[in-house]
Nanobody, 127 residues
Framework: QVQLVESGGGLVQAGGSLRLSCAAS????????MGWFRQAPGKERTFVAF????????DYADSVKGRFTISRDNAKNTVYLQMNTLKPEDTAVYYC????????????????????WGQGTQVTVSS
C-alpha cells in the first residue's frame, strides 16, 4: 500500500509560483500513473493534472493548461506540480494519488479511479 506525502504549498500573491512535491513510499511507485487533484472548502475534489506511469503522457484540466506542469522522478519516488501564474481561484488543498490500475497511459480524470491519497498541502493565492 503506497503512502504519499504532499508538500510545497503556502501563501502566494496572484501571479506568483509554487512547486508542489508528492513523495511516495511503499508499493511500486514507478509502475503507477499519478494525478494531482484539488479541493476548496465546500467543493468537490476536482482533477488538476495527470502523468502516465513512465512520464511520457500528461494531461491537464482546462483551467490550468499553460500554467501548471506535472512531472515525475521515478528514481526519487516523487511527482511534482509546478504552478505558475497563480490565480485566487487556484486556492485549495492539493492532493496526489496513484491510479488504481498499474501501467496506465491514457489520461484518467475521475477521482474515483485513484486511491491512496496523501494528506494534502494548502495553496492560498491572494488578490
Amino acid at each position: 500500500q503506497v503512502q504519499l506525502v504532499e508538500s510545497g504549498g503556502g501563501l502566494v500573491q496572484a501571479g506568483g509560483s509554487l512547486r508542489l512535491s508528492c513523495a511516495a513510499s511503499g508499493g511500486t511507485f514507478s509502475s503507477y500513473a499519478m494525478g494531482w487533484f484539488r479541493q476548496a472548502p465546500g467543493k468537490e475534489r476536482t482533477f488538476v493534472a495527470f502523468i502516465s506511469w513512465r512520464g511520457g503522457r500528461t494531461d491537464y484540466a482546462d483551467s490550468v493548461k499553460g500554467r501548471f506542469t506535472i512531472s515525475r522522478d521515478n528514481a526519487k519516488n516523487t511527482v511534482y506540480l509546478q504552478m505558475n501564474t497563480l490565480k485566487p481561484e487556484d486556492t485549495a488543498v492539493y492532493y496526489c494519488a496513484p491510479v488504481r490500475r498499474r501501467y496506465t497511459t491514457v489520461p484518467v480524470t475521475n477521482r474515483n479511479e485513484y486511491d491512496s491519497w496523501g494528506q494534502g498541502t494548502q495553496v492560498t493565492v491572494s488578490s
